[in-house]
């Protein structure tokens, strides 16, 4: 698949999610094949008033693989000048415009799926950032705002003139937010309308599921979001099965518990204990999820503060569903 001059191997892309693809759980997921990352969404204001949260955000190692920077904002101008200095000072294989993100606190201040009311506006963001930048730019939509304003084909159309390098559609609404089945209808009617790459995403769980919907919607790739929380594995499974027909072995519980705590020590390494503890623990029930007494040990989880003491007791709960 070619993204502007930029070629890429994998049909799997990994979303970028806030507060979960930073930088610790991306190397996770690198470890897994994940051919392109993209970091975490980084606003465009914050960018520009030298914010060093924001900064933070982007940061990665050039020696890693293939990275996307997403930004997100309501000024095209802004927008423009943000995708500007991150080329520069930080040299990205690409940069990603969010226009899907549903968030309240990002959607009243006219950002993410809050534009997919505005076309116009789209184009005019999309149009300025690629004049602006010398890498491909790529963007995220959503199938609309409401039922009552599906414009996601028109937002993709105007997306693709602006010169965007490749699109990726999530199946729902803004109103929906994550809620019902997603629409993947809507990913076939752009891929039929647009010449750039078209990625689809939403309600990809499998390597069954990603299969279903390329072959249902011809899109050029899949882009798994959900599925990945507290399961990095499902890149090389969907990867494999792509390429060979054949499904992985799903990690036992013990692989599990590894790579939980792999991650964990991740993540203290880059934010230090106090800050890795806390940001760790959603990270660590997702991982369990689904594994017997899972709602006791996340009880346990919420409770610790220190990493050796959560180290030993994920070991003491690896033991126990062992034994079981």
Not at 54 to 65: K, P, S
Request: glycine share 8%; proline share 4%.
């Amino acid at each position: 698949m070619n993204i502007g001059d930029l070629e890429v191997e994998s049909k799997v892309f990994t979303a970028p999610m806030a507060g979960v693809t930073d930088y610790p759980y991306r190397q996770i997921l690198r470890e897994q094949g994940a051919e392109l990352l993209f970091t975490e969404m980084v606003s465009s204001m914050g960018l520009l008033q030298e914010n060093r949260n924001t900064h933070e955000l982007v940061e990665f190692d050039r020696q890693d693989g293939l990275i996307g920077v997403q930004i997100f904002g309501d000024d095209p101008e802004v927008v423009a000048e943000a995708a500007y200095r991150v080329e520069k000072e930080y040299q990205p294989d690409l940069i990603d415009l969010n226009f899907g993100c549903p968030a309240p606190k990002i959607v009243k201040n006219g950002a993410g799926s809050a534009l997919m009311r505005e076309p116009d506006r789209v184009y005019e963001m999309v149009l300025k950032t690629v004049d602006n930048c010398d890498i491909p730019i790529t963007v995220k939509i959503r199938k609309g705002w409401d039922e009552n304003h599906l414009t996601g084909i028109e937002v993709a159309k105007a997306a693709e003139e602006a010169g965007a390098a490749l699109l990726t559609v999530h199946g729902r609404t803004r109103e929906e937010f994550y809620s019902g089945e997603a629409d993947w209808s809507i990913i076939t009617d752009i891929v039929n309308r647009l010449n750039i790459p078209v990625i689809g995403n939403g309600d990809v769980f499998s390597a069954e599921d990603a299969l279903d919907m390329l072959n249902e919607t011809g899109a050029a790739g899949v882009m798994v979001a959900r599925g990945i929380q507290g399961y990095p594995w499902l890149v090389k499974e969907i990867d494999y099965y792509l390429k060979e027909g054949i499904m992985l072995e799903s990690p036992n519980y013990k692989e599990r518990i590894e790579m939980a705590i792999k991650h964990l020590k991740f993540a203290v390494s880059y934010y230090g204990e106090d800050s890795a503890v806390p940001l760790m623990r959603k990270h660590l029930a997702w991982y369990i999820k689904g594994m017997p007494y899972s709602a006791r040990q996340r009880e346990q989880i919420n409770s610790i503060s220190d990493k050796e003491e959560l180290i030993d007791s994920l070991y003491k709960y690896l033991t126990l569903i062992q034994d079981d």
